[in-house]
């Protein structure tokens, strides 16, 4: 059984930092770890993606220069560093794992596997 528990989310001022960490356990399948956001009343969409074996991490171009996703393989974590946060960024953030190659990392329907969600609210 695979779990992904996300933990850091909360209330931030616009132009502050939050980071948000992800804490895998279990066996997954697929290379990629990925983050999305849900804001209500809108779709789930891609934030970041990052592979397990290396390489660049992928970004939303919404979150470019701001987000910044990073893993830690001992401790089978993935995070990501929010800054300079507006309130657009406001929304339900999800770590996502199981997908198996890069053209699916940017998309929900790669992924297998979900964490709970959490919320991260920025006021201007």
Known sequence: QVQLV???GGLVQAGGSLRLSCAASGRTFGNYYGWF????????????????SGGN???????KGRFTMSRDNAKNTVYLQMNSL??????????AAGATNLIFAREARGYGYW??????????
């Open 6 to 8: 996300e933990t850091g």
């Open 37 to 52: 956001r849900q804001a209500p009343g809108k779709e789930r969409e891609f934030v970041a993606a990052i592979s397990w």
């Open 57 to 63: 991490p992928l970004y939303a171009d919404s979150v």
């Open 86 to 95: 507006k309130p657009e960024d406001t929304a339900v953030y999800y770590c």
């Open 115 to 124: 964490g709970q969600g959490t919320q991260v609210t920025v006021s201007s």
